[in-house]
């Protein structure tokens, strides 16, 4: 076997490796809270799915979240219909943490393919440059380790809808243009038949894409516009009208909607009596920053990384190093400008630093992107004790998020318990034991409290009748 085809291999068996076990964390995780009011949508989802586009928000009729129509359509859809599907073939409990798993590592393999993809030029999973680009994205996705300030899937399957879904679908909608602006592929006017109708999705779903959407386009716009050939500038209302098609069919409008969802966005009722003034806010972001970068080893490790590849690449002085250098400069203004922004989405208790793990997934993908670049330019352009010193040096960097991610198995052993109880109990109200969460964050000593949760069970087929519950008190 050629050497070749041993690192191939190689990196096959590692990326399956981690991919599966990625897969065992996901059907171990509970299912967390709010699953239930979204999946049988209560009065305040129920209006935002009868009011997709926010006419009535608008009119005067506030309600929760009504910017976020496509997220709550597609938790409701897909946790109704997949665990009752996947019954054909297990039982009503497995189905239901299968059905989330299945989600997640879907989520997590588009997201390493499509940074893979674009990075190595190649679509060709079994191409060495595709491998080699994988194996250095998929350690840092974490799916427990560090993921208190690097997750991009959420631990509760409900927010993998507002956050993680609503992510990759929006990596999925600038792929073809990033590939056509950043690395002058040839744009396929057959990408439109998927663009057109995300343009008008993906501002609607979750409340990150709206912002970032309007500040890819911004940045894109400025880049191009700025861009000088041949040592000339020319005007801008010159180059504004040469932009590629793609722009204006569909940059444009999805800016167009992106603005439409962030005015939509104040006319949100969720903690509205909880609030913050905006100095305030920002006064707080210095201490959310630091968390973010303090907290534990990820991201200080990552941005550590990021400079030493960065050193590298100023050192080696290429037409392609300096196109990369320039890149960064451009993502780093991004990310500067993105967090900055952030204290203007409003406060919430839960996120009392403005900065968490959701509200930064864009920075963390932006690193983890820059990281992954500047990796493996290096790999294919270094030879001798020096490739070989880098090596060392990336393969210790990824072992250590590898290693850190080794937990999170049985974490769902006591909620999946608790429901196979449900199905063979006879009684009517269901005992549970202290910090037993099922569905949700905390205790519930009051089985009235159980009702919606209780009325879903049900309808997994988990329980042949409603059966109500409660925690054992304190």
Same mark, same amino acid.
């Given at each position: 076997?050629?050497?070749?085809?041993?690192?191939?291999?190689?990196?096959?068996?590692?990326?399956?490796?981690?991919?599966?076990?990625?897969?065992?964390?996901?059907?171990?995780?509970?299912?967390?809270?709010?699953?239930?009011?979204?999946?049988?949508?209560?009065?305040?989802?129920?209006?935002?799915?009868?009011?997709?586009?926010?006419?009535?928000?608008?009119?005067?009729?506030?309600?929760?979240?009504?910017?976020?129509?496509?997220?709550?359509?597609?938790?409701?859809?897909?946790?109704?219909?997949?665990?009752?599907?996947?019954?054909?073939?297990?039982?009503?409990?497995?189905?239901?943490?299968?059905?989330?798993?299945?989600?997640?590592?879907?989520?997590?393999?588009?997201?390493?393919?499509?940074?893979?993809?674009?990075?190595?030029?190649?679509?060709?999973?079994?191409?060495?440059?595709?491998?080699?680009?994988?194996?250095?994205?998929?350690?840092?996705?974490? &799916?427990?380790?560090?993921?208190?300030?690097?997750?991009?899937?959420? #631990?509760?399957?409900?927010?993998?809808?507002?956050?993680? &879904?609503?992510?990759? *679908?929006?990596?999925?909608?600038?792929?073809?243009?990033?590939?056509?602006?950043?690395?002058?592929?040839?744009?396929?006017?057959?990408?439109?038949?998927?663009?057109?109708?995300?343009?008008?999705?993906?501002?609607?779903?979750?409340?990150?894409?709206?912002?970032?959407?309007?500040?890819?386009?911004?940045?894109?716009?400025?880049?191009?516009?700025?861009?000088?050939?041949?040592?000339?500038?020319?005007?801008?209302?010159?180059?504004?009208?040469?932009?590629?098609?793609?722009?204006?069919?569909?940059?444009?409008?999805?800016?167009?909607?992106?603005?439409?969802?962030?005015?939509?966005?104040?006319? $949100?009722?969720?903690?509205?009596?909880?609030?913050?003034?905006?100095?305030?806010?920002?006064?707080?972001?210095?201490?959310?920053?630091?968390?973010?970068?303090?907290?534990?080893?990820?991201?200080?490790?990552?941005?550590?990384?990021?400079?030493?590849?960065?050193?590298?690449?100023?050192?080696?002085?290429?037409?392609?190093?300096?196109?990369?250098?320039?890149?960064? #400069?451009?993502?780093?203004?991004?990310? *500067?400008?993105?967090?900055?922004?952030?204290?203007?989405?409003?406060?919430?208790?839960?996120?009392?630093?403005?900065?968490?793990?959701?509200?930064?997934?864009?920075?963390?993908?932006?690193?983890?992107?820059?990281?992954?670049?500047?990796?493996?330019?290096?790999?294919?352009?270094?030879?001798?004790?020096?490739? $070989?010193?880098?090596?060392?040096?990336?393969?210790?960097?990824?072992?250590?998020?590898?290693?850190?991610?080794?937990?999170?198995?049985?974490?769902?052993?006591?909620?999946?318990?608790?429901?196979?109880?449900?199905?063979?109990?006879?009684?009517?109200?269901?005992?549970?034991?202290?910090?037993?969460?099922?569905? $949700?964050?905390?205790?519930?000593?009051?089985?009235?409290?159980?009702?919606?949760?209780?009325?879903?069970?049900?309808?997994?087929?988990?329980?042949?009748?409603?059966?109500?519950?409660?925690?054992?008190?304190?």
């Amino acid at each position: 076997m050629k050497k070749d085809q041993i690192i191939k291999l190689l990196l096959i068996i590692f990326l399956s490796g981690d991919l599966f076990f990625s897969f065992l964390q996901y059907y171990n995780t509970p299912l967390y809270g709010d699953v239930d009011s979204h999946v049988l949508p209560d009065e305040h989802i129920q209006k935002v799915i009868d009011d997709p586009f926010g006419f009535k928000a608008i009119s005067g009729e506030k309600h929760t979240n009504p910017n976020r129509y496509f997220s709550h359509l597609m938790v409701m859809k897909y946790m109704q219909k997949t665990p009752i599907l996947l019954q054909k073939f297990v039982d009503p409990v497995t189905s239901v943490y299968l059905s989330v798993a299945i989600l997640k590592i879907l989520v997590q393999i588009l997201f390493i393919y499509l940074v893979a993809r674009f990075v190595s030029g190649t679509a060709k999973i079994q191409n060495k440059n595709f491998l080699i680009t994988a194996t250095l994205v998929t350690p840092l996705f974490q &799916v427990y380790g560090y993921w208190s300030r690097m997750g991009i899937v959420d #631990q509760s399957v409900n927010y993998t809808f507002f956050y993680a &879904v609503p992510i990759v *679908l929006m990596m999925l909608f600038l792929f073809p243009i990033f590939n056509s602006y950043f690395r002058k592929s040839k744009f396929h006017r057959t990408n439109y038949l998927y663009l057109l109708p995300l343009t008008v999705i993906l501002p609607l779903s979750g409340p990150l894409i709206p912002a970032v959407l309007l500040l890819v386009s911004f940045f894109i716009l400025v880049s191009a516009v700025t861009e000088k050939k041949n040592g000339r500038l020319k005007l801008l209302y010159q180059k504004f009208f040469r932009l590629p098609d793609w722009f204006y069919v569909v940059l444009i409008p999805v800016s167009i909607f992106s603005l439409y969802s962030l005015v939509l966005g104040f006319y $949100n009722t969720n903690y509205e009596g909880e609030s913050l003034s905006l100095i305030k806010r920002f006064l707080l972001l210095p201490r959310g920053i630091l968390s973010y970068v303090s907290h534990s080893l990820g991201v200080p490790l990552l941005l550590t990384a990021i400079f030493i590849n960065t050193y590298f690449l100023r050192k080696d002085q290429t037409e392609e190093s300096v196109k990369l250098l320039n890149l960064f #400069q451009w993502i780093g203004l991004f990310c *500067l400008v993105y967090t900055l922004l952030l204290p203007f989405g409003g406060y919430r208790p839960y996120r009392a630093l403005i900065i968490r793990y959701d509200t930064i997934i864009p920075v963390t993908i932006a690193l983890i992107y820059i990281f992954t670049v500047s990796a493996f330019y290096i790999i294919n352009r270094a030879d001798g004790k020096f490739k $070989n010193k880098f090596l060392i040096y990336i393969a210790f960097v990824l072992l250590v998020f590898t290693f850190a991610d080794f937990k999170g198995l049985g974490k769902n052993k006591c909620e999946k318990a608790a429901f196979y109880k449900m199905a063979t109990s006879s009684e009517k109200i269901i005992q549970l034991p202290k910090d037993c969460f099922i569905m $949700n964050w905390e205790n519930i000593t009051d089985f009235k409290r159980s009702e919606n949760r209780a009325e879903l069970i049900y309808r997994w087929n988990i329980t042949r009748e409603k059966k109500l519950f409660y925690n054992l008190p304190d």
